[in-house]
């Protein structure tokens, strides 16, 4: 297979044009773990290139086969035309165009969260993210949602793209298995959640109920608000309920993606404990 070793070849231009956000169906996966967690999601990859003189690496050879058997496209490229293709200041061996999951809301609130399907919690769990215009921060909020088993993500407001490039590195693959929608604005998303029967529980750094005290035991919209400014007033006063986690002075807030974190894993540890109690309960 011929290497691609100009800068001019075409293929830049959609990379980076993908790497910027102009084409919407499109999103950019850089790195191995990323491809292969891409390959295992059932997503479809329209492009991938692979670094010449990489399948030195087991993970990239590996990876090459799996294309190959799959009838996957794929060029190989020279290091000054990857280090074009990849957004990262250290290029990586693989990048790849693919397609955008669906981001609607039916996803998030059709289906549980992998832990609530296996472990019969009935209720679901989901996360607004408002106005976290870090993709960083929202990349590791993904991350968080799906390893506390929420059902699903809606993105809101002026947030960063869940599937922008940096932020589908922060998700470490988990933006490609759990279901994300995207909202206008914060008020329509929960609207949107009430309608599908969710209490509106805001994050708040003071006033709120001690977080270890919250019971999370009915289906509930969690709001996580953006860096700095957290979430409007009017949006805080309208929930169902505030919750406040407990700090030590001087501190007064944490970053959006530990609130949710430390917020969301209580929520787990819960309905994990209730779950438990109910089946031993039942036990004859």
Avoid at 69 to 97: E, N, Q, Y
Avoid at 170 to 199: E, F, K, Q, W, Y
Avoid at 202 to 215: K, N
Avoid at 265 to 279: I, N, Y
Wanted: proline content about 6%.
């Amino acid at each position: 297979m011929p290497t691609v070793t100009s800068r001019q070849n075409p293929i830049v231009a959609r990379y980076r044009a993908a790497a910027r956000g102009d084409d919407p169906s499109l999103m950019l996966l850089d790195g191995v773990h990323l491809l292969a967690d891409a390959l295992a999601a059932g997503v479809v990859l329209h492009d991938v290139a692979i670094a010449a003189g990489a399948e030195a690496r087991d993970d990239v050879h590996a990876l090459r086969q799996t294309l190959e058997r799959g009838g996957i496209p794929f060029v190989t490229a020279s290091a000054a035309v990857m280090d074009a293709l990849s957004p990262v200041r250290s290029a990586s061996p693989v990048v790849a165009l693919a397609a955008r999951p669906p981001v609607v809301a039916s996803r998030v609130y059709g289906a549980l969260g992998p832990h609530g399907a296996g472990r019969g919690v009935t209720s679901a769990l989901v996360v607004i993210a408002a106005a976290i215009q870090d993709p960083g921060n929202l990349g590791a909020i993904v991350r968080v949602a799906e390893a506390s088993g929420a059902a699903g993500l809606v993105v809101a407001g002026a947030s960063a793209d869940p599937f922008g490039w940096k932020a589908l590195r922060g998700s470490m693959g988990s933006a490609l298995r759990l279901p994300i929608a995207i909202a206008r604005d914060l008020t329509s998303a929960v609207t949107d959640a009430r309608g599908h029967g969710c209490r509106i529980v805001a994050t708040v750094p003071r006033g709120g109920q001690p977080l270890f005290a919250h019971r999370f035991a009915a289906a509930s919209a969690i709001l996580i608000g953006g860096e700095g400014p957290g979430l409007a007033r009017e949006v805080v006063d309208a929930a169902d309920d505030r919750v406040t986690i407990p700090m030590q002075s001087p501190v007064e807030s944490l970053n959006a993606a530990v609130t949710a974190a430390v917020v969301l894993f209580e929520a787990h540890r819960q309905r994990v404990h209730d779950t438990d109690h109910h089946s031993a309960a039942a036990k004859p």
